[in-house]
């Protein structure tokens, strides 16, 4: 069974407060006890929207005299709020402390949630791979976690850190599940941006390569959406942040165009399906998508990409670009994807987990 009707209640619950702009307006909310609010949690949080679903929820639930049922709400609120604040007192040491040794870190994805946070501390560096490693472990003793296939691939690093709940995982000087995507690195350090977020200050990547990093994440490597990558790239379109002229640009020399297009096509329908409008997305996106929410599905916790046929030829037009401009060396970890994605599933099948391969 794909999915249960709870499930698929909770996931709209979900959708419906943090996308529509009045929820609940039209239809009654319902009612909860300790065991809904810990399905609900688990689901807010593996989707990265505890803040931005249970802040507007606890206060409908005041608004209609439950403040029983809004106190079970605020108790996780303020549960998940530690967590946040715990977690940027690290990160910003840590991009401190690697923004002296000279490695200038840029915080991807977890920041892009706010006022939500990844589970993961995910940071990518142009810095040497060595010097990052000698300072994560001088500075903070953090231990490097074995690398799977797939991490030494991607050349990525994660490490534990004493004290701190959430692994750092660390991109060096490639991007992609098999580390094939250099065409894009230069323009994620180039044009990073600082923010400051509760008196802190990070580099963050800029709105279009934000968008590039979602879409790798998404459409190329777990073939599944959450509901915080439909929140957050809304936002960045709906505020015009994004120059989809650059955008194009980028996504064609990485290959990757189509499948941006089809990404934010998708996040588009799902938005207009809870607040009765899209996302102004410019033709030049919505002509080049491939498909749309027509070809996703709700199962285990997240909206999942078919994969055949359809992620498979956005695999091979990306592998066709590499080919295309003769960078040979890329297009070969990319070939070896197909070959990664069967090991792991065999060892997912034998083991029960996937952990040292992907």
Partial sequence: MEHSPDSTRNLEL????????????HSELPHFNEADLATLEALASSNHVIVRAFT??????????????????????????????HALVFLEQICLTLDESGCLPIVIKSLDHWPDLGSDLDLYSDGDPKQIVDVMKSAFQAKVEDRSWGDR?????NFSVPGLPELVEIHIRRLGQTGEQTAITGSLSDRAKQISLQ????????????????????????????????????RLVDEGE??????????????????????LVIVSEYVTKYRGSDIP?????????????????????????SILPHSIALYAAELKSFLARGDLKNGLRLSLLPCLATAAALEQKITGSDKGIW
């Avoid at 608004?63 to 709400?73: D, I, V, W």
């Avoid at 996504?251 to 297009?261: D, R």
């Avoid at 998508?289 to 199962?299: I, P």
């Fill in 14 to 25: 979900l959708s419906e407060l943090v996308l529509a702009p009045e929820p609940f307006r």
């Fill in 56 to 85: 507007p929820l606890e206060r409908l639930l005041r608004r209609e005299g439950r403040g029983r049922e809004a106190e079970l709400f605020a108790d996780a609120l303020q549960k998940e709020q530690q967590r946040i604040d």
């Fill in 153 to 157: 691939l991607a050349n990525k690093w």
């Fill in 199 to 234: 008196s802190k200050v990070f580099r963050v990547a800029a709105p279009e390569d934000r968008i590039i990093i979602s879409t790798l994440q998404r459409m190329y490597r777990h073939f599944y959406i959450r509901i915080c990558d439909i929140v957050d790239n809304a």
């Fill in 242 to 263: 994004v120059d989809f002229a650059y955008l194009r640009s980028l996504g064609s020399t990485a290959g990757l165009w189509e499948g941006i297009a089809t990404y």
């Fill in 281 to 305: 997305l410019p033709s030049l996106v919505t002509k080049c998508a491939k498909f749309g929410t027509d070809q996703v599905r709700f199962r285990r916790n997240f909206l999942r990409v």
